[in-house]
């Protein structure tokens, strides 16, 4: 699970974290609150925590392309190599059907 991901789970919890409930067993209530500094701290965490695996992917794909433009031009050049070795090859066979002496299909009995 990448850290953006984790952040947003973390969301939910941030907020159950930040609430506080107190029960009255005399009037059957409860009454709920909110800590506004624990959510607004919490967010700021999950946004920083957001911000640097933005920055680590943009880092990650922005090495990548060198690696890419790499392996394009090795495979580029392999390529070469081997359509050279494919027409070295064809020259070889062609010439030696060319050299190869004729054969007479035709035979004739008098």
């Known amino acids: ?9 973390m969301l939910p919890l ?17 009454t709920v609150s909110v800590d506004t500094n624990m959510i607004e701290n919490g967010a700021d965490a ?3 925590d957001a911000a640097n695996a933005t920055a680590d992917a943009a880092n ?19 390529a070469g190599r081997v359509a050279d070795k494919a027409e070295a090859l064809g020259n070889r066979i062609e010439t030696k059907v060319d050299d190869k002496p004729a054969e007479n299909t035709v035979h004739a009995n008098h």
Do not use: Y
Request: glycine share 0%.
């Open 1 to 9: 699970m990448t850290r953006f991901n984790q952040a947003l789970c």
């Open 60 to 78: 990650t794909i922005q090495n990548a392309a060198p690696e890419l433009e790499n392996s394009a031009a090795t495979i580029k050049e392999r």
């Open 46 to 48: 999950l946004l920083n």
């Open 14 to 30: 941030l907020l159950a974290a930040a609430c506080n409930v107190t029960k009255d067993s005399a009037n059957q209530s409860a």
